[in-house]
C-alpha cells in the first residue's frame, strides 16, 4: 500500500506528471485510507470540502473557533488536530481544515495510509482574495482588521501573510531555506495530489476519480465580495516578490498539472 511519508511516496505523482493516467489512478485511488484535504485558504476549498464529504463520509472539518481569543490560534488549531485524531479509528474517510506542515507530519505518522490533497491558486489572485476575504463581514474581527489594515498595500506589509501556501505545506525549517526543489520533492512525497484553482474543474474530476467517482463540480461556495479593479502590473510584481516560495511552487505545479491537463481530459472527461 502506498504510504505518503515513505521513500517511495513521490512515484504515483510522477506517474501523473509522465501521462501514464491510468497507472497513477490506479497507485493513488483514495480506497478505504482516509482522504486530508489541506485547505491553503482562498483556494476555492471550501466549495471542494463540501462535495468532498458528501462523497466520502463519514467527515471531519478540521475546525477552529475564529472568534474564541482566550487562547493562540496555534493552540486551537492543535487541539483540533488532536480531536481528529481521537476520532479517526472511527472510521473517518475524509477530514479537511486549514491544518499546517506540522498537522500534516503528525497526521501521517498516525494515519501512514492517508492519502493527502491540497489545491494552490496563482498568488496575485490568492492575496487580493485573502485581503478582501479578512475585510468581508462574514470574518470574525473585520472591523478590526480593517482598522489595522486599511488597503492592500498596508495589507502586503504583514509579514505573517506572506507566502501563506508554503506555512500550510512546508516545514518551517524547509520554508526558511527557501529551496525550491526540495521544498517540491517534500510536496511531492506527501501529497498524493495538487490541485489548481485556475483548472478547478480537471482538479475536481481527478479527486473525485481518486476517490472512485469521477464527476464535475456542482458547488461553489464562500465565494468573495467582487474583487477590485484589475491590480496593476507593478502591484501583481510586488506581490509575488513578497511572496516567493508560493510564486515558485505555484508555477512549479500549475506547469506540471498543464502539461497533462489534455491526457486528463481525455481520460476523465474533463
Given at each position: 500500500m502506498f504510504t505518503p511519508s515513505s521513500a517511495t511516496a513521490a512515484a504515483p505523482m510522477e506517474l501523473l506528471y509522465s501521462g501514464r493516467i491510468g497507472d497513477y489512478l490506479s497507485a493513488a485511488a483514495f480506497g478505504d485510507a482516509p482522504c486530508i484535504f489541506v485547505h491553503v485558504p482562498k483556494t476555492a476549498g471550501t466549495s471542494?470540502?463540501?462535495?468532498?464529504a458528501t462523497l466520502l463520509p463519514p467527515d471531519i472539518n478540521i475546525h477552529v473557533?475564529?472568534?474564541?481569543?482566550?487562547r493562540s490560534f496555534n493552540d486551537r488549531l492543535d487541539d483540533a488536530v488532536t480531536r481528529f485524531l481521537e476520532r479517526a479509528?472511527?472510521?473517518?474517510?475524509f477530514a479537511s481544515g486549514h491544518i499546517q506542515a506540522r498537522h500534516a507530519t503528525r497526521i501521517a505518522k498516525e494515519l501512514p495510509a492517508a492519502r493527502f490533497?491540497?489545491?494552490?491558486?496563482?498568488?496575485?489572485?490568492?492575496?487580493v482574495s485573502d485581503y478582501r476575504h479578512q475585510c468581508s463581514p462574514r470574518q470574525p474581527g473585520f472591523e478590526a482588521f480593517r482598522a489595522r489594515v486599511p488597503d492592500l498595500e498596508a495589507y502586503l506589509d504583514l509579514t505573517g501573510e506572506r507566502d501563506k501556501a508554503a506555512v500550510h505545506l512546508l516545514p518551517p525549517d524547509l520554508r526558511r531555506r527557501g529551496d525550491v526543489a526540495a521544498c517540491v520533492d517534500f510536496i511531492e512525497r506527501r501529497f498524493i495530489f495538487v490541485g489548481i484553482q485556475?483548472?478547478?474543474?480537471?482538479?475536481?474530476?481527478?479527486?473525485?476519480?481518486?476517490?472512485?467517482?469521477?464527476?464535475?463540480?456542482?458547488?461553489?461556495?464562500?465565494?468573495?465580495?467582487?474583487e477590485p479593479a484589475e491590480v496593476t502590473g507593478a502591484m501583481a510584481a510586488r506581490i509575488r516578490a513578497l511572496n516567493p516560495l508560493d510564486s515558485a511552487l505555484y508555477d512549479h505545479f500549475a506547469g506540471r498539472l498543464r502539461a497533462v491537463e489534455?491526457?486528463?481530459?481525455?481520460?476523465?472527461g474533463a
Open positions: 471542494l470540502r463540501a462535495e468532498l473557533d475564529y472568534a474564541d481569543a482566550s479509528p472511527e472510521g473517518i474517510r490533497v491540497t489545491l494552490l491558486r496563482d498568488p496575485v489572485a490568492r492575496v485556475e483548472m478547478y474543474a480537471t482538479s475536481f474530476r481527478l479527486i473525485t476519480a481518486l476517490a472512485g467517482r469521477s464527476r464535475a463540480p456542482r458547488l461553489r461556495e464562500n465565494v468573495g465580495l467582487a489534455p491526457l486528463l481530459t481525455e481520460a476523465l
